[in-house]
Antibody, heavy 120, light 111 residues
Framework: QLQLQESGPGLVKPSETLSLTCTVS??????????WGWIRQPPGKGLEWIGS???????YYNPSLKSRVTISVDTSKNQFSLKLSSVTAADTAVYYC????????????WGQGTMVTVSS | QSALTQPASVSGSPGQSITISCTGT?????????VSWYQQHPGKAPKLMIY???KRPSGVSNRFSGSKSGNTASLTISGLQAEDEADYYC???????????FGGGTKLTVL
């Protein structure tokens, strides 16, 4: 049973770079044609897709965040990562990692989420 | 890429049925049968309830059903139960350049 777990700092200073990692267990991140993605949810607000990476390395980003986002995969550690640069208070949110099947039909497996606060 | 439009809130009594709409455009909901629905209880991660417009993952109650007409998708919950009270989000595939877009979410209250 595939499981995802987010990790990273819970507090980031304004203008710095937010870095999170999602560890995949129960399967290999590179063995199947999955999309690995990041979704966030500001306090009291809805879900926002940040971006995804295909197992081959192709990346897809939300246009509203594209200039600040980088998603990468580390197959040796069975992890994928999110970097969001020049953060502001508006980037304060719960960040989820999630998996999509090759059909791109849905986000069928989610991590538990990790709260990141942007504050000095 | 604009968010899909959902009603902010819906409510229903136990045993009743409710429907939540999700309106997109011809570039997302209208073009692909790749609409999914998620249930989120407070403090929890979203849970997939419906995928590919009307398919249910294993373990999801058949009280949950999905449909689509044109640019609008719908989630129907029949036989409402107290544990259905949650936030619900729709999501649609929107093409290869920016694949996914979410709705703003709907709060379901079971009266």
């Amino acid at each position: 049973q595939l499981q995802l777990q987010e990790s990273g700092p819970g507090l980031v200073k304004p203008s710095e770079t937010l870095s999170l990692t999602c560890t995949v267990s129960g399967g290999s991140i590179s063995s199947s044609s999955y999309y690995w993605g990041w979704i966030r949810q500001p306090p009291g607000k809805g879900l926002e897709w940040i971006g995804s990476i295909y197992y081959s390395g192709s990346t897809y980003y939300n246009p509203s965040l594209k200039s600040r986002v980088t998603i990468s995969v580390d197959t040796s550690k069975n992890q994928f990562s999110l970097k969001l640069s020049s953060v502001t208070a508006a980037d304060t949110a719960v960040y989820y990692c999630a998996k999509s099947p090759p059909t791109r039909a849905a986000f069928d497996i989610w991590g538990q989420g990790t709260m990141v606060t942007v504050s000095s | 890429q604009s968010a899909l439009t959902q009603p902010a809130s819906v409510s229903g009594s136990p045993g009743q049925s409710i429907t939540i709409s999700c309106t997109g455009t011809s570039s997302d909901v209208g073009s692909y049968n790749l609409v999914s629905w998620y249930q989120q209880h407070p403090g929890k991660a979203p849970k997939l309830m419906i995928y590919e417009v009307s398919k249910r993952p294993s373990g999801v109650s058949n009280r949950f059903s999905g449909s689509k007409s044109g640019n609008t998708a719908s989630l129907t919950i029949s036989g409402l139960q107290a544990e259905d009270e949650a936030d619900y989000y729709c999501c649609s595939y929107a093409g290869s350049s920016t694949p996914w877009v979410f709705g703003g979410g709907t709060k379901l209250t079971v009266l």
